[in-house]
T-cell receptor, first 114, second 116 residues
Framework: AQSVAQPEDQVNVAEGNPLTVKCTYS??????LFWYVQYPNRGLQFLLK??????LVKGSYGFEAEFNKSQTSFHLKKPSALVSDSALYFCAVRDGGGGFKTIFGAGTRLFVKA | AAGVIQSPRHLIKEKRETATLKCYPI?????VYWYQQGPGQDPQFLISFYEKMQSDKGSIPDRFSAQQFSDYHSELNMSSLELGDSALYFC???????????????FGPGTRLTVL
């Protein structure tokens, strides 16, 4: 069975500082990994994904994530945080071996302080 | 660019009533997913359809049913509504056909269902 863990309910960072939002996963086959961002009362917006290839993937709004197979992690990073990055971030995993079921983590709320 | 359209955006129902939520995927997308997001919760996968056939099933109650039609839009039917069904219901779509897969789900704005 698939599962996703986002160990931090909340991450606080000062504007201009680097940010990391953590995600670990469990899946029986090859993982398809995704990050989404959600603003209040809005739908989820796709940020980036890892399917295959380079472990470092770059996405929208300057975000990037690194796939680490040995640690089963897919942490989201940004070199310099903006106040406008403050939102709820979800990591999601799908079993690339088949099936469409996608499991989301509990979400991490990011606060960027000016 | 066209996005996923959901209707209605807001819906208020009484207990034991029925509700129908509609989803119109991005043009050419062949797969539709439904999610339920309770207050302060992560999205819970309910069900998905690929090429009008049910492809996967998650934590969807027996009181709920869904289908994908020939024009690829999907409807989620909810009967005998309970207070606990109050949530944001998201639809997402993707292109999964071999050779054209995006592997990425694009989400609609959601339907906020309130059961009184």
């Amino acid at each position: 069975a698939q599962s996703v863990a986002q160990p931090e309910d909340q991450v606080n960072v000062a504007e201009g500082n680097p940010l990391t939002v953590k995600c670990t996963y469990s899946v029986s086959g090859n993982p398809y990994l995704f990050w989404y961002v959600q603003y209040p009362n809005r739908g989820l917006q796709f940020l980036l994904k890892y399917i295959t290839g380079d472990n470092l993937v770059k996405g929208s709004y300057g975000f990037e994530a690194e796939f680490n197979k040995s640690q089963t992690s897919f942490h989201l990073k940004k070199p310099s945080a903006l106040v406008s990055d403050s939102a709820l971030y979800f990591c999601a995993v799908r079993d690339g071996g088949g099936g469409f079921k996608t499991i989301f983590g509990a979400g991490t709320r990011l606060f960027v302080k000016a | 660019a066209a996005g996923v359209i959901q209707s209605p955006r807001h819906l208020i129902k009484e207990k034991r009533e029925t509700a129908t939520l509609k989803c119109y995927p991005i043009p050419r997308h062949d797969t539709v997913y439904w999610y339920q997001q309770g207050p302060g919760q992560d999205p819970q996968f309910l069900i998905s359809f690929y090429e009008k056939m049910q492809s996967d099933k998650g934590s969807i109650p027996d009181r709920f049913s869904a289908q994908q039609f020939s024009d690829y839009h999907s409807e989620l039917n909810m009967s005998s509504l309970e207070l606990g069904d109050s949530a944001l219901y998201f639809c997402a779509s993707s292109l999964e056909a071999f050779g054209g897969s995006t592997d990425t789900q694009y989400f609609g704005p959601g339907t906020r269902l309130t059961v009184l």
